[in-house]
Each structure stands twice: as structure tokens, then as C-alpha cells.
């Protein structure tokens, strides 16, 4: 079934429809989930909570074209995840990386092509997670430090100091894991 007719369909509340959504979109909201929660357990349980918000929210959906149905999924999953996270408080629980410098090598882009997608994803999985979710929030989100510390109730030099902090983190592992493996 095409993108439109299974969002039409679900707007009507059809729940086969709303059966063939999961099973399309289930494991891509899960990655997304993952890219913020380490546990997989509460990450599995956010994407269930995010489908129920999805279920109930289709009335303000908007088809824009293909792609759109899943962009919007993205935004309800994420969305429901930084929920989890404030309510958590997680960035007041931001452990100092002391071996994150301010100053540091930064791999090159080709460099990285040669690292495979799993392992950056672990890197990224291994940073505590208020570095991680500004980290995640800046990349793969687009946002800026100001809309960060909007969404997270941080300031932006806070948001900017812990983004500095994850690349720093990363960079090291990156360059340490291209030293082993070259």
C-alpha cells in the first residue's frame, strides 16, 4: 500500500491499516529511539508509546508528498523520546568527560566512510547521554544550540559545551579505532 492511501487509511482509524504502519515503520522508529536511549528495552517501549501518539495524532497529519508520512513518524517518536528525557532530567545528570578535550584532531571525512555505520553508531551510543541526545539533536535533527536548550530546558552555551564535549569524545574514539584497524 502506497505511503498516502495507508495514512488516509489510518486517519480513518482502520486498524489493519494501522497493523501494516507498524510492521513498515516499527524498526526504523526503534533505530530512531536507540540513537537516544541505550537501554533497549525503554527504547522498544518509547517507539510502542510513540506509534500510540502517532495512532491518536493523525487527524494532524499532513501529506506533503512521499517521505512526508515517515518524517512526520520521526518528529511524534523523537518527540515522545526527549519527553521521556526531560522528564527523566537527564541533562542534569551529564557526567564530565575528563578525557574530552576542548581541542582535538578531527578524522577526516574519508577517513570516517572507512569506519562502518554500526561501529560510529556505538560511539555515539557510548556517550553519556546528555552529550549524546545534544549531539543527536544537532546532527541528525538540524537543530541549533537554541532550540536545544528550548526542547531541553538547557542554556545554549550548555547545549554548545556538551555538543564540543561528544565531538571531542568521538573524534578520540575514532582515531583511536582507525589506528587498530589501519
Request: with cysteine; aromatic share 10%.
Amino acid at each position: 500500500m502506497k505511503e498516502q492511501e495507508l495514512s488516509e487509511r489510518c486517519r480513518q482509524e482502520d486498524n489493519v491499516a494501522r497493523k501494516e504502519l507498524y510492521e513498515c515503520y516499527a524498526g526504523k522508529m526503534f533505530a530512531v529511539c536507540l540513537r537516544y536511549i541505550t537501554d533497549r528495552d525503554t527504547a522498544q517501549d518509547l517507539m510502542h508509546d510513540g506509534f500510540l501518539k502517532i495512532y491518536a495524532s493523525f487527524d494532524k497529519f499532513v501529506w506533503r508528498g512521499e517521505g512526508s508520512l515517515r518524517a512526520w513518524m520521526e518528529r511524534v517518536i523523537i518527540n515522545t523520546v526527549l519527553q521521556y528525557l526531560r522528564k527523566s532530567d537527564v541533562m542534569s545528570q551529564s557526567v564530565a568527560l575528563e578525557d574530552a578535550p576542548q581541542i582535538y584532531e578531527e578524522p577526516t571525512p574519508d577517513a570516517i566512510e572507512t569506519i562502518p555505520k554500526d561501529v560510529l553508531m556505538q560511539f555515539v551510543q557510548e556517550l553519556p547521554v546528555g552529550y549524546r541526545t545534544v549531539f543527536n539533536l544537532y546532527v541528525f535533527e538540524d537543530k541549533s544550540h537554541k532550540e536545544i536548550a528550548q526542547i531541553l530546558g538547557i542554556n545554549e552555551k550548555s547545549s554548545a559545551s556538551q555538543l564540543v564535549r561528544a565531538k571531542a569524545s568521538l573524534a578520540k574514539k575514532v582515531n583511536e579505532w582507525m589506528k587498530k584497524n589501519a
